[in-house]
DNA sequence: CGGAATCTTGACCAAGTTCAAGCGGTGTGG
DNA sequence: CCACACCGCTTGAACTTGGTCAAGATTCCG
């Protein structure tokens, strides 16, 4: 089957993928403020997450202060997982947000389960790099929009919870940019804004056709 | 540790910690002409691979032909496993290739050496996400051609497997600008071009230093 | 109500794309 | 052995998209 032939939904999974295999074992919860630090660049890898409520962000800095948001995670989903013992990435709760905290105990008894959840990770990660890699600034922000939404199981209400900011440095733009994008995909009624972070999905096949 | 406060070696990881969890169980090697495709979107996930000899391309098509491939493959690394049932990218052997295979039951009996190698391809996707979302051209190419070098043990002369095109497409860029980028970098005295394919990276330091 | 973020819009600029032509090595046939 | 066509790569010129800079609009809150 070829990419060409498929409709483009099958480019984003709901997050029942993500959040069904989660870890079994005993966890504590934790809350964490807007704009909170969860772990930093460095830190030791030693205990992954769970959203319970509320949206985390994971970036890098390059040193001349560039910033790449690498993943958003909401309600159900998990994160917090990375090859080696150093975290190579910082995580911060966008808004006020509760975490299901596992252990690393935890972690080791479930390496299936957690095989299933680094699977998805890449895939995500992998879908993220054919969008911020082949398509133009409205097509970025159509893929975000769907995805944001199909996480959520397909709701066409939108409540976004990062700034244009946030939205910029995931997909590779400046918040001008996403600013401009968003008003176009007003101006074609594919989509409605109640107000910058309330979007409304009109057209969600034809915004799957803009991003393919 | 901050992003800033970090040398760019470490955003490379050399192949090793690939190489060293790979799956002991029985399998079979195969060899594959230059170009020949090892699976298709669409085809089930039931084998895992490493690449003995030669290279591998693993890419994604959109409909309007735009291609981004999303990752390369070098002699002692492996590729091939994906969440869900379905490949959703297309594997290809660049040049004349031989893989090793491992069938599915291998697959499940070593779910805790796959984790290994899904955190470290998840921890590769998410250095390229950075590398393409918020780099120039230069950059990109600089960066690229270190990563090739340090996953080959820090060798100075490389031969490139990959055309300008396959180039292009992992980088988000076009021929030309790959072309361009490879001449600024020559001028600039940081590599030399025996031939098109033949790289001589003359001051790692300062490629390193562009890339962060 | 005032002030600070955050977001939007406009005008200009730069990096990268597109289109087109030329170069250089390789392989084929006369 | 040379002529020629082909392929991959490079280079140049015009154009387009998105970035930059600056100014205004809107929302959020004290």
Redesign the pocket.
């Not at 590779?172 to 600013?179: A, D, F, H, P, Q």
């Given at each position: 089957m070829y990419a060409a032939s498929q409709p483009a939904e099958q480019s984003f999974q709901p997050s029942d993928s993500v959040t069904s295999a989660s870890i079994p074992g005993p966890h504590l919860v934790a809350t964490y403020k807007s704009g909170r630090e969860i772990y930093a660049e460095g830190d030791a890898v030693e205990k992954c997450y769970q959203v319970a409520t509320g949206a985390v962000r994971v970036y890098r800095l390059l040193s001349d202060g560039r910033r790449q948001v690498v993943s958003f995670h909401l309600a159900g989903e998990m994160f917090g997982f990375e090859a080696g013992v150093e975290h190579r990435f910082f995580a911060e709760a966008i808004t006020e947000t509760r975490l299901a905290v596992f252990g690393r105990r935890s972690i080791q008894e479930y390496s299936r389960e957690l095989l299933a959840l680094a699977l998805t990770g890449l895939a995500r990660a992998q879908q993220h790099l054919l969008v911020v890699g082949r398509?133009?600034?409205?097509?970025?922000i159509a893929a975000f929009l769907l995805d944001l939404s199909n996480r959520q199981g397909g709701v066409r209400q939108l409540r976004?919870p990062?700034?244009?900011?946030?939205i910029?440095d995931y997909l590779?733009?400046?918040?001008?940019?996403?600013?401009?994008?968003?008003?176009k995909l007003?101006e074609r009624r594919l989509i409605a804004?109640r107000?910058?972070?309330t979007v409304e999905i009109m057209r969600p096949d034809a915004l799957c056709s803009l991003c393919n």
């Open positions: 398509q133009c600034a409205v097509e970025r976004l990062m700034s244009r900011q946030d910029a590779g733009l400046t918040i001008e940019t996403v600013s401009r994008a968003m008003t007003k804004l107000d910058a972070r």
